[in-house]
């Protein structure tokens, strides 16, 4: 995280919280977006490369 954190702490000086910039929070969303979406196809079968290209090219998007 390139930018500052910034912590709050209770009456005893714990950490209790942490404000971090908004752009690195939005990382941090979109990444659990990308995990939760790796583990929604988990139990998918793969496919060799070579078909997935094939494929790709079949339908005229490569």
Same mark, same amino acid.
């Given at each position: 995280m390139s930018e500052?954190?910034?912590y709050?702490?209770?009456?005893q000086g714990?950490?209790?919280a942490v404000v971090l910039p908004?752009? %690195?929070y939005e990382k941090l969303i979109e990444d659990l977006d990308d995990l939760a979406a790796v583990a929604e196809r988990r139990? %998918?079968?793969a496919i060799l490369h070579a078909q997935f290209k094939a494929e790709l090219k079949r339908?005229?998007?490569i």
């Open positions: 500052t954190l910034q709050l702490t209770d009456p714990h950490k209790t908004l752009s %690195e139990d %998918e079968p339908d005229g998007l």
